[in-house]
């Protein structure tokens, strides 16, 4: 899993990943999410969830990633992309056509994300998690 530092943005509807990238919050997740407004927390996402070319998905928050390193696996290809000031890995396929070097669109599957407090590791739940 990704991990990366964030805030809760006023109300629960962004997450704000450092080097100020906002991230919608599906409305599921908002109420939680808006219990723990303007806290610093770990922002967590699985690699298969981070794709390219997210495109008209509602369900993806699209951010301006460049391409750091691709490494090919066969069936996959696994990217380390920075956003803002983080660095994430994704899974992609290898039509994705990643290379080194290049800005990408990428998508983060918002419903899939996590919460985690910095100081215990411990995730935050709710209903819709």
Do not use: Y
């Not at 962004?14 to 808006?34: E, K, N, S, T």
């Not at 951010?63 to 660095?87: F, N, Y």
């Not at 100081?119 to 209903?127: F, P, Q």
Request: aromatic share 4%; hydrophobic share 45%; charged share 20%.
């Amino acid at each position: 899993m990704n991990f990366l530092g964030c805030t809760v943005a006023s109300g629960g509807e962004a997450i704000v990943l450092d080097g100020d990238v906002r991230l919608p919050v599906p409305q599921p997740r908002r109420a939680l999410c808006a219990r723990h407004a303007g806290r610093r927390l770990d922002f967590g996402i699985r690699p298969e969830h981070v794709i390219a070319a997210p495109a008209g998905n509602p369900e993806l928050a699209a951010v301006r990633a460049q391409v750091q390193l691709v490494e090919p696996l066969g069936s996959d290809t696994l990217g380390l992309l920075r956003i803002g000031a983080s660095e994430i890995t994704g899974r992609f396929a290898p039509e994705a056509g990643l290379k080194a070097g290049v800005e990408i669109e990428a998508g983060l599957a918002m419903h899939k994300f996590h919460l985690f407090d910095p100081a215990s590791g411990e995730a935050i739940r709710g209903d819709g998690w």
